[in-house]
Antibody, heavy 118, light 109 residues
Framework: QVLLQESGPGLVKPSGTLSLTCSVS????????WNWIRQPPGKGLEWIGS???????VYNPSLNSRLTISIDTSKAQFSLNLTSVTAADTAVYYC????????????WGQGTLVTVSS | EIVLTQSPDTLSLSPGERATLFCTSS???????LAWYQQRPGQAPRLLMY???IRASGIPDRFSGSGSGTDFTLTVSRLEPEDFAVYYC??????????FGQGTRLEIK
C-alpha cells in the first residue's frame, strides 16, 4: 500500500515561494504520475500539476508561470515550488498518485495547510 | 474548458435512506474518464468510483455510479453514518487540466 506524506513550511510571506515535498513509501515511483492538488479553506479541489517518474511535467495553465514540480526517485520524493504567492494561494496542499494513462487519483497524502500571510 | 456542476449543493438525509448525487458536464466526454471522491471532515479525498461505475478497491457495494455523455450519478443505496461527507466528481481526461466539480455536501438530517 503506497503512502504519501507532505512536508514543508506552514507559513509563507506574500511574494515569497511556497515549497513542499511529498515523500512516497510502500511502492515504487516507476510508472506513475505524481501530482499536487490544493483546496482553499472551505472550498473545492484544484489540480496544480503532475510529474511523471521520468521527470516530464504537466502544469495547470493558470499556475504555469509560477510553478515548478521536480522529482528525485532515488529519495522517493517529489516537490512543488510556487513563486510569487498571495493570500489566494492559502490552501491545504495534497500530493496524490495517478497511474500512467487516463486514470484518477488513487492515493492521496493527508494534506498540509499552507497559509500566505505577513 | 469543461465545467462540472454538481447538484444539489447540500443533501440532507437520514441514515438508512438512499442518496442520489448528480454531476453534469458542460461538454460530452467518455464515461471512462469520470471519477467520484469522498472527503470526510479533516481528511483527504478518497477515490470511490472510476470510469463512472467501477468501485475503487475497498469501497462497499452500497455505492454505485452511472451515467454517460454529460450526466453522471452517484448513488448510495442505504446511508451509513460514515457516508456523511462531501463528494466530488472529477473528469480526468483533459490534461493539462483535471477538472473537479464544486462538491455536494451530504449531511445528516
Amino acid at each position: 500500500q503506497v503512502l504519501l506524506q507532505e512536508s514543508g513550511p506552514g507559513l509563507v510571506k506574500p511574494s515569497g515561494t511556497l515549497s513542499l515535498t511529498c515523500s512516497v513509501s510502500g511502492d515504487s515511483m516507476t510508472g506513475h504520475y505524481w501530482n499536487w492538488i490544493r483546496q482553499p479553506p472551505g472550498k473545492g479541489l484544484e489540480w496544480i500539476g503532475s510529474i511523471y517518474y521520468s521527470g516530464s511535467t504537466v502544469y495547470n495553465p493558470s499556475l504555469n508561470s509560477r510553478l515548478t514540480i521536480s522529482i528525485d526517485t532515488s529519495k522517493a520524493q517529489f516537490s512543488l515550488n510556487l513563486t510569487s504567492v498571495t493570500a489566494a494561494d492559502t490552501a491545504v496542499y495534497y500530493c496524490a498518485r495517478r497511474a500512467y494513462g487516463d486514470y484518477p487519483f488513487d492515493s492521496w497524502g493527508q494534506g498540509t495547510l499552507v497559509t500566505v500571510s505577513s | 474548458e469543461i465545467v462540472l456542476t454538481q447538484s444539489p449543493d447540500t443533501l440532507s438525509l437520514s441514515p438508512g435512506e438512499r442518496a442520489t448525487l448528480f454531476c453534469t458536464s458542460s461538454q460530452i466526454f467518455s464515461n471512462k474518464y469520470l471519477a467520484w471522491y469522498q472527503q470526510r471532515p479533516g481528511q483527504a479525498p478518497r477515490l470511490l468510483m472510476y470510469s463512472a461505475s467501477i468501485r475503487a478497491s475497498g469501497i462497499p457495494d452500497r455505492f454505485s455510479g452511472s451515467g454517460s455523455g454529460t450526466d453522471f450519478t452517484l448513488t448510495v443505496s442505504r446511508l451509513e453514518p460514515e457516508d456523511f461527507a462531501v463528494y466530488y466528481c472529477q473528469q480526468y481526461s483533459t490534461s493539462p487540466r483535471y477538472i473537479f466539480g464544486q462538491g455536494t455536501r451530504l449531511e445528516i438530517k
